[in-house]
């Protein structure tokens, strides 16, 4: 009886790739594509083309939860499946990504490898607690939130053209840390992705860094 019991739930059990169909799934694949393009411009030195992949993958981070409060019809195995998604996605975007693109502008020097690594570890170590515990009471993040740390980044890096290799090397590096250690302090910052206001705010200036860096792109 209990053979043919986990039969029929070998049988129920959905497919690994029938979850690519849920569409607040495919968003996050879609930022996980962006992701992508920003390590591989990082690592070749089109800096300007990483951070455009870079700011595209947090509105589509943004965009899948978003969706998939508002999509009806979807279980719970679909959520939790989607949250582990997001997590796994999440830490290359705002770990792994980071960590590259100061490897990179470092020259691939070792001592980069420090910031680097706080970087990842720091995601990694921020992304545990949050599955953990999640938000403090039910509203606000402890420490700041990853998606800040690319946020950020690409507007810092807007200053790489006005002042030297050398000096924006430490003002990446700097910045690069400083991040991390927010991850995992213990200040509270309030959830940005819940208020419609700031989706369109984050809308706003993910076309405006596309269109900077853009600029910047076609005039090199």
């Given at each position: 009886?209990?053979?043919?019991?986990?039969?029929?739930?070998?049988?129920?059990?959905?497919?690994?790739?029938?979850?690519?169909?849920?569409?607040?799934?495919?968003?996050?694949?879609?930022?996980?594509?962006?992701?992508?393009?920003?390590?591989?411009?990082?690592?070749?030195?089109?800096?300007?083309?990483?951070?455009?992949?870079?700011?595209?993958?947090?509105?589509?981070?943004?965009?899948?939860?978003?969706?998939?409060?508002?999509?009806?019809?979807?279980?719970?195995?679909?959520?939790?499946?989607?949250?582990?998604?997001?997590?796994?996605?999440?830490?290359?975007?705002?770990?792994?990504?980071?960590?590259?693109?100061?490897?990179?502008?470092?020259?691939?020097?070792?001592?980069?490898?420090?910031?680097a690594f706080i970087m990842v570890a720091a995601a990694a170590i921020r992304l545990s607690y949050f599955s953990t515990y999640g938000l403090a009471g039910g509203t606000k993040?402890?420490?700041?939130?990853?998606?800040?740390?690319?946020?950020?980044?690409?507007?810092?890096?807007?200053?790489?053209?006005?002042?030297?290799?050398?000096?924006?090397?430490?003002?990446?590096?700097?910045?690069?840390?400083?991040?991390?250690?927010?991850?995992?302090?213990?200040?509270?910052?309030?959830?940005?992705?819940?208020?419609?206001?700031?989706?369109?705010?984050?809308?706003?200036?993910?076309?405006?860094?596309t269109a900077i860096y853009g600029l910047q792109l076609i005039s090199n």
């Open positions: 009886m209990s053979k043919n019991n986990s039969t029929s739930q070998a049988l129920q059990q959905p497919t690994i790739l029938s979850y690519v169909n849920d569409l607040p799934n495919l968003l996050s694949l879609s930022g996980l594509a962006c992701t992508l393009l920003a390590i591989y411009f990082s690592i070749t030195g089109l800096y300007e083309a990483a951070m455009i992949g870079m700011v595209w993958a947090v509105a589509f981070d943004w965009a899948d939860g978003l969706v998939a409060r508002k999509l009806k019809g979807r279980s719970a195995n679909d959520a939790k499946f989607g949250g582990q998604l997001d997590v796994l996605i999440d830490i290359v975007s705002y770990g792994v990504t980071p960590a590259i693109l100061l490897l990179s502008y470092g020259h691939f020097a070792p001592i980069y490898l420090f910031g993040y402890r420490g700041l939130a990853l998606d800040n740390n690319s946020l950020i980044l690409v507007a810092i890096f807007l200053l790489e053209t006005q002042v030297s290799h050398e000096m924006f090397a430490i003002i990446l590096y700097i910045s690069a840390v400083g991040l991390a250690i927010l991850n995992v302090s213990e200040i509270a910052t309030p959830k940005l992705s819940g208020n419609p206001r700031n989706v369109y705010l984050l809308g706003a200036y993910t076309l405006g860094i």
